[in-house]
Nanobody
Framework: DVQLQASGGGLVQTGGSTRLTCAASGFTFDDYVVGWFRQAPGKEREGVSCISGADGSTYYADSVKGRFTISSDNAKNTVYLQMDSLKPEDTATYYC???????WGQGTQVTVSS
């Protein structure tokens, strides 16, 4: 079975950093793209970043470009999202997703205090 386990986050001050981890199992990461999405209260879920297991190519939403860094450890089937220079508007529940499928990790909360 495909499983995605998201962890990390927590309460961070404005300008601070945190790292999210998405530990995946049940599929070969090399064949897929794994992405991070977020959803703030009262807002729609939005894509934040994604990475290709095949070639390591990445995508970032404009709102996080230059502040967030996505990376992966293919041997561990794990994707990381390093979040720096955090802003209050980054506060949301973050989810990892196996692109093109209905597989989502459980959300992990990131709260940035002002």
């Amino acid at each position: 079975d495909v499983q995605l386990q998201a962890s990390g986050g927590g309460l961070v001050q404005t300008g601070g950093s945190t790292r999210l981890t998405c530990a995946a199992s049940g599929f070969t990461f090399d064949d897929y793209v794994v992405g991070w999405f977020r959803q703030a209260p009262g807002k729609e879920r939005e894509g934040v970043s994604c990475i290709s297991g095949a070639d390591g190519s990445t995508y970032y939403a404009d709102s996080v470009k230059g502040r967030f860094t996505i990376s992966s450890d293919n041997a561990k089937n794990t994707v990381y999202l390093q979040m720096d220079s955090l802003k209050p508007e980054d506060t949301a529940t973050y989810y990892c997703n196996l692109k093109g499928t209905g597989y989502w990790g459980q959300g992990t909360q990131v709260t940035v205090s002002s």
